[in-house]
């Protein structure tokens, strides 16, 4: 065996604002017999995450270096092995990594990869509950959060990749649990699925005002635990209603990503003082070594059928710039996953 | 010995916008004899602190509960007791208390009440670098952003009553500190007196960009802790600035006190999340039970001429609301404290 032929998506330009499928470019790339120390890998299925907005923009400091232009894109994937020259990978052996994403094939030197079993969950689940944003729920809520029985847990975003499963930990916690999401079938889904105790329709709501009241309704003794994901009008609301001695995890703010100017914050963070906020940024990158914790504890819950989940599935590798795109359109529902491949050639 | 008659200084109205001095009202009362389980102080010191200002809306929900109009104002204080019936205090005692400010003499049950030794200090000092600023800047430094040597500090209102201690006590931990002020002189006492690295003087700088860049220079590796006590374009150039993993404690943001349009906050809070960063709001009225532990490791640095200080002091209860409003307009250099009568009468 040797060098494999394989689609790739690069990027065209860096996009301006909302990315449109244009931003986009599929190429043939030649990738390379693996030498001593790596191995070739088929991608099954890629996943399209908000966080790599973050990563289209050259000139962001963070903790994770920005795209380029000359190389195909990059992002988590589950793989099969086709050719191993490391020790403990075989041919047919399944792998999660952060390379896989956005292209067919590619070659590995087994960083920051775990080997995972197509018998135990959808491999898919890799992707999504049982992977990165699985993870990053649990990082937040448990790390960051730490919330009390009784407490209430306000989520945004939460009928997402990462939301849904904050949303139910946070159950399995005994919080009263807030959900906003973007629909009202997010919300039936919520409310009816993942036993969220009252989910919010934000577009039913025409100003952080509004929201802010429909959130102290249904959180009459204040929000203790906030998990955000979007930014905007729920960062405002969330900090109208925050309870004295309050914790925020902010995971993200979806809501300006693509923003070309950039936008104001909230009004009201002098609340932070006055309540004696702790807020706390994250990248999941800064928790993998609790992947194994975090494995134990929601493997179970998910074969109890106490985590459900919903994945937006998008066929063929051609679509994934379409997948993308969609996380910032609200169109999915659930885990936006890309099926590169089949299981087995 | 009875009651006593008293100035004290009501607020007329809560203010709009920046206070003036028609939003204050001097008034006579009369202060009863104390009961049993009571005592009758006279004000000697009475400090004037930003927070007093939040305290002037009728309508916010905080840990300290708004002033009302039909009581005089308080505050901290540092008072002679005249006349007791709790044990272990006595005529000719000093005390600090948070009652005994905006008036002259007052009824007190010893609650949140220190004694302090007019020997040890001057008694103006209790209500500064040895009082509820002082402890504001220890609390926020040790107990949130715990700095470790050679880690780089921004503290914002760098000459003030709280960041003055910040600044001294971060030397002392062997920070590079970077301190923000709004005058020469100011900027030029914390590089020569209170031995900060870099002053920048803010009026220097037309906005967050150009702060930004002075920041940066000042800080080439980045800010690892910031205390805010300003907020607006200092928010946005540290979070500019904060290096990864970097802690923010919020104490005040004294720039949009007297805003009666909320002001929106800083476009940047993005950089939270990328770079990991912990904000933790915070009163000092938390840490209270600190005291005892501020005070050890403050003392010494005070009495080893370590830590330096300025008084505005004002004379007479009728400059209180001056005093006060000066707050606002960086009139004061270090902390602005009204003599109310003199040490002994």
Known sequence: MGAEASKAIFLKQFPAGMPGESDFVEKEIEVPAPEPGEMLCRTVWMSVDPYMRGRMRPDVKSYIPPFTLDKPLEGGAVSEVVESNIEGYAPGDYVVDFLGGWKQYYVSKGERTQKVDPNMAPLSAYLGVLGMPGLTAWSGLTQILKPK?????????????????????????GCRVIGSAGSKAKCDWLEKEAGVDVALN????KNAG???????????????????????MHLEAALNCIALGGRMA????????????????????????GRGVMIRGFIVSEFMDKAMEFAMEVAPLLAQGKIKFNESVYDGLAKAPEAFIGLFKGENFGKAVVRVGPDKL
Chains 1, 2 share one sequence.
């Not at 029985?149 to 916690?173: D, H, I, M, N, P």
Request: proline share 7%.
């Open 149 to 173: 029985e009784g407490e209430t847990l306000f989520v945004s975003g939460a009928a997402g990749a990462v939301g849904s499963v904050v949303c139910q930990l946070g159950k399995a916690k």
């Open 202 to 205: 934000y577009k039913d709501y």
């Open 210 to 232: 509004e929201l802010t009241k429909a959130l102290a309704e249904a959180a009459p003794k204040g929000v203790d635990c906030y998990f955000e994901n979007v930014g905007g």
């Open 250 to 273: 902010w995971c993200g703010m979806i809501a300006s990503y693509n923003n070309q100017e950039p936008e104001p914050g909230p009004p009201n963070l002098i609340n932070v003082v």
